[in-house]
């Protein structure tokens, strides 16, 4: 259990230092991660100043330790603790995955934008498309897992 405190924290930990690494740029960076095109994607780019898109890159560094700790503490939230043993047994053996399989896109998503914001990129258009599939999945999965704690928890006190 102290492991998946221990992990818990962590995910809050750099949650916090993430939103601090993004904070105040305009538009956001849940707006760059759903831009479809590259022409979305290079609008919101070229209106952040140098010192925002620095920001940006460096956050895909911090959010890359971030996606680690939730994979872990999905992991061990689901095979260390007794939380999901009242969902049905295929839904229960499916949750450990969940948070690790959302940090495998945001990975991919991670590596995509931080190519993508190196310099212009053109004529890419699936590049930029995979990158957006990836951060819905991503989004995805990481709602999912919380609906899945919700309906844990709402079966464990029936």
């Not at 102290?2 to 993430?18: D, E, P, Q, S």
């Not at 095109?37 to 911090?62: A, C, K, M, S």
């Not at 897992?145 to 709402?154: E, T």
Request: hydrophobic residues 55%.
């Amino acid at each position: 259990m102290r492991a998946v405190l221990v992990a818990g924290l962590l995910v809050a930990a750099l949650t916090v230092v993430t939103l601090g690494c993004v904070a105040g740029l305009e538009p956001g960076m849940l707006v760059l991660q759903f831009a479809w095109t590259p022409r979305g994607f290079g609008e919101i780019i070229h209106l952040w100043p140098p010192e925002d898109l620095q920001r940006y890159r460096h956050h895909l560094l911090v959010d890359t330790v971030s996606l680690l700790a939730y994979a872990r503490f999905g992991w061990l939230l689901a095979t260390r603790t007794a939380l999901f043993r009242p969902l049905p047994g295929a839904v229960a053996r499916y949750v450990p995955r969940v948070l690790p399989l959302a940090a495998v896109f945001d990975a991919v998503e991670n590596a995509l934008h931080a190519w993508l914001t190196e310099m212009p990129r053109f004529g890419l258009d699936g590049v930029y498309l995979l990158s957006t599939v990836c951060s819905t999945f991503k989004w995805a999965l990481l709602f999912g897992f919380g609906v899945l704690v919700l309906w844990a928890l709402a079966r464990a006190e029936d």
